[in-house]
T-cell receptor, first 112, second 113 residues
């Protein structure tokens, strides 16, 4: 009965590779997000989708491409991975008009 | 940067003591939220306080908001070892809606038995 799930939990890859992280929520929410948490625990929003439409893109490099096939899924594809992409990536969801966001367990990405 | 700041960065107390952490932010807001993050886990929502509210309680949590000073505090009373975690404030700026939260830098709380 997991609310927001992400796969994989850990991802170790070489520079230059392309990788994807998947996110699913079973809460019936209409808004989903991707956040990046760096090594100093700073958490910053990357993208937000509402009903499959992109509504926030926080000047993220275009190597990052989110895709929302339906309201319950928001995947993140990263091309040409760089060392600086190493971080923990969190997916979250909420219902529009409600402030509380529900977070997934995170995906720890390590780029070697 | 819009990022809010929290202090202290780290707090170490004994079980049973109260823990207070503070958050300052930079822009006018719709609401302010507090989240907890256990080590290696996702964030869990604790409490939301709207800009027209000054104080809110939830169990052992008490949150205050002073919009004139652009600051908030989170008080955890009678702390337990299980309260050990990082605590983040998050603001939702006016005109951006609920979709864009700006998180503070976090306070790491250690509660010793």
């Amino acid at each position: 009965d997991t609310a927001v799930s992400q796969t994989p939990k850990y991802l170790v890859t070489q520079m230059g590779n392309d990788k994807s992280i998947k996110c699913e929520q079973n809460l019936g929410h209409d808004t989903m997000y991707w956040y990046k948490q760096d090594s100093k625990k700073f958490l910053k929003i990357m993208f937000s989708y509402n009903n499959k439409e992109l509504i926030i893109n926080e000047t993220v490099p275009n190597r990052f491409s989110p895709k929302s096939p339906d309201k319950a899924h928001l995947n993140l594809h990263i091309n040409s991975l760089e060392l600086g992409d190493s971080a923990v990536y969190f997916c979250a969801s909420s219902q529009a008009g409600e402030g509380q966001q529900f977070f997934g367990p995170g995906t720890r990405l390590t780029v070697l | 940067s819009q990022q809010g700041e929290e202090d202290p960065q780290a707090l170490s107390i004994q079980e049973g003591e109260n823990a207070t952490m503070n958050c300052s932010y930079k822009t006018s807001i719709n609401n302010l939220q507090w989240y907890r993050q256990n080590s290696g886990r996702g964030l869990v929502h604790l409490i939301l306080i709207r800009s027209n509210e000054r104080e809110k309680h939830s169990g052992r949590l008490r949150v205050t908001l002073d919009t004139s000073k652009k600051s908030s505090s989170l008080l955890i009373t009678a702390s337990r070892a299980a309260d050990t975690a990082s605590y983040f404030c998050a603001t939702d700026a006016i005109n951006t809606g609920f979709q864009k939260l700006v998180f503070g830098t976090g306070t790491r709380l250690l509660v010793s038995p």
